[in-house]
C-alpha cells in the first residue's frame, strides 16, 4: 500500500469513490510542529469521510480511493501551484514545520502518486461513476458566526449534471441540502476538475456535515442515503 493512498475493493461496480482528505496520518519523518490533538481535529481530516466513503464502496460493490496523508501534510485536492498546497497556518492555527518544508518534495512523494492512482482506477472501469466524498466543520474558529446549517452539501464546477439529480433527491430524503455550500465548486473542486470534469466523467461531489459525520451512527445514516442516490445519477448518466 502506497503511503499517498488506502484502496478498498468491495466488487466491480463501475463507481469509483474518491476521499482525498480521509486520513490524518503524519509519516514519522515529518514534523508538522503542532499539538498532537490538531490532528483529530477538522484542519488535518475531514472527519468522517473516510469512513462514510468505506460504508458506500460495500453497499455499492466498488472501489474507494481514500487521500493517506494529512491535508496538512498535503493538499491532495488543490493544484501544484495552488497557495494552499501546503498550509503554514490553517483555521487560526500555526503549522510551522511547513514553513521550511520542499514543495517539491511533497507533492513528488504524495500528491503524484495519488493522483496516478486515480487515473490508474478509473482507466481500469468502464464508462465510471465518481462520487466525491469529503466533510465541513459546522463552523470556524476564524469566523464563529458564520451559520453553516446545511447537512450535506453538493459541489461541482461546470458539470452539474449528477447534481441537478441528486440535489432533490436529497431533499427529499429528508436532509438540508446546500446546493455549492458551504462554499462552491468553482472554487476549490481540483480532483474532480482534474479526474472527472477533465475527462467527460459524470460524478457527484459531496460534502458531509462533520457533527453527523464524525459519529457511527450519522456515518451509516449518510451512507444508507446516499448509496442509492449515488446508483441513480449513474444509471441515468451512463
Known sequence: MSEAHRILTHGK?????????ASNHV?????LGIAPELLDQHIALDIGAGEVAALLAGSLGCTAILGGISRLVIDLNREEDAPGLLVTASDGHAIPGNRSASIEQRINR?????HR????????????????????????????????????GVLYNDDDRAARIAVPLLESAGL???????????????????????NGIPYLGVELRQDISATAAGQARYADILAP???????QLA
Do not use: K
Not at 461496480?13 to 482528505?21: E, G, N, Q
Not at 509519516?27 to 514534523?31: F, K
Open 110 to 114: 504524495f500528491h503524484r502518486p495519488y
Open 27 to 31: 509519516p514519522d519523518d515529518i514534523d
Open 229 to 235: 442516490i449515488v446508483e441513480q445519477c449513474r444509471v
Open 176 to 198: 438540508i441540502v446546500g446546493d455549492q455550500l458551504p462554499y462552491s465548486g468553482r472554487q476549490l473542486n481540483y480532483t474532480m476538475n482534474r479526474h472527472a470534469e477533465g
Open 117 to 152: 492512482e486515480v487515473e490508474r482506477l478509473l482507466a481500469s472501469i468502464d464508462r465510471p461513476f465518481i462520487l466525491s466524498v469529503h466533510s465541513f466543520t459546522p463552523r470556524l474558529a476564524a469566523d464563529p458566526e458564520q451559520q453553516r446549517p446545511w447537512e450535506i
Open 13 to 21: 461496480a463501475p463507481v469509483l469513490i474518491v476521499s482525498d482528505h
